[in-house]
């Protein structure tokens, strides 16, 4: 069964601490995974969508990292406002209308 | 990036009374919309796919006589919360692929709207 599982399911870091969420997918076919971040009370924001094995994007703080079998979201010197919940949906070669399969999250915390 | 507005972003109703909720793609059009549910600390449970100009293709264990939706344009997809009950209060979230060739979004990316906080009395 295709299956999307995010870790760790909560994360407490210090303001400047550095840290990985990691995001291990298992599907017939990958045609693209995609990192949201979502804040309390509000829809998902799109921040990165990865094609291929050895792919990486960079936005501020934030690099992720894709392999065949998992992604990583770094975050680099975090800050309080980086505190959200961090969402990874894999789309499927064989999934119909652009499906995604998400993972349950990554609650993020940052204090200064 | 990409723009989806939802309204309304907060609705409160009696039970028994039918509620409707619009989501919009402001700068691009989506031939689909996909609408969820998310409850507390959860993360997001499909519903169904809206395509414009067809039926809606329900997930599993979602009722499509208590969830209409309708995808009117290109632009515009509904979901009718009927005969409304507590169980069904929840955030309700949509969601647009922009269609490809446009000019401003990711090609097959899901672009999510705000968000509607139902509350069922």
């Known amino acids: 069964e295709d299956q999307v599982t995010q870790s760790p399911e909560a994360l407490r870091l210090q303001e400047g601490e550095s840290s990985s969420l990691n995001c291990s997918y298992t599907v017939s076919g990958l045609r693209g995974l995609f990192w949201y971040r979502q804040d309390p009370g509000k829809g998902p924001e799109f921040l990165f969508t990865?094609?291929?094995a050895g792919e990486e994007k960079e936005k501020e703080r934030l690099k992720a990292t894709l392999t065949k079998k998992e992604s990583f979201l770094h975050i680099t010197a975090p800050k309080p406002e980086d505190s959200a919940t961090y969402l990874c949906?894999?789309?499927?070669?064989?999934?119909?209308?652009?499906?995604?399969?998400f993972g349950a999250g990554t609650r993020l915390a940052v204090h200064p | 990036g990409a723009v989806v507005s939802q309204h309304p972003s907060r609705v409160i109703c009696k039970s028994g009374t039918s509620v409707k909720i619009e989501c919009r793609s402001l700068?691009?059009?989506?031939?689909?919309m996909f609408w969820y549910r998310q409850f507390p600390k959860q993360s997001l449970m499909l519903m169904a796919t809206s395509n414009e100009g067809s039926k809606a293709t329900y997930e599993q264990g979602v009722e499509k006589d208590k969830f209409l939706i309708n995808h009117a344009s290109l632009t515009l997809s509904t979901l009718t919360v009927t005969s409304a009950h507590p169980e069904d209060s929840s955030f309700y979230i949509c969601?647009?692929?922009?269609?490809?060739?446009?000019?401003?979004?990711?090609?097959?990316?899901?672009?999510f709207g705000p968000g509607t906080r139902l509350t069922v009395l």
């Open positions: 700068d691009f059009q989506a031939t689909t």
């Open positions: 990865l094609y291929s």
């Open positions: 969601s647009a692929v922009r269609l490809a060739g446009g000019p401003n979004a990711a090609a097959d990316t899901q672009y």
């Open positions: 949906a894999v789309q499927e070669v064989s999934g119909g209308y652009n499906k995604l399969i």
